[in-house]
């Protein structure tokens, strides 16, 4: 399993809804993110190392280099990816009508 780069990925860890082997990685706007350890012929994510050693998850666009090893989010993966949805919020206060 390797990053952009060709470096080893860092962080292994197992799914505890399924045992899969996964990596944490963090998207670029912040959130942490699971991603399958073991690159996919549908991945739509590229790996990245930062300087400061996170491991960022970029989703590929058309024109990036085809070469490069691809990932898919593991909650697209998972079979028990629902025990660990959110709820959605509830909202507080009345909700504004339009005019």
């Not at 085809?66 to 909700?95: D, I, W």
Request: glycine fraction near 8%.
């Amino acid at each position: 399993m390797k990053a952009s780069g060709n470096a080893p990925l860092r962080g292994l860890t197992k799914c505890t809804g399924c045992g899969a082997n996964v990596v944490w990685t963090v998207t670029t706007r912040g959130k942490k993110m699971l991603v399958d350890a073991e690159p996919s012929d549908k991945g739509n994510l590229l790996l990245s190392r930062q300087v400061d050693r996170k491991l960022v998850a970029i989703v590929a666009r058309r024109g990036d280099a085809e070469c490069e090893a691809r990932y898919l989010s593991h909650f697209v993966t998972c079979p028990n990816a629902a025990q660990f949805r959110r709820r959605p919020r509830k909202r507080s206060g009345a909700m504004r009508q339009r005019s």
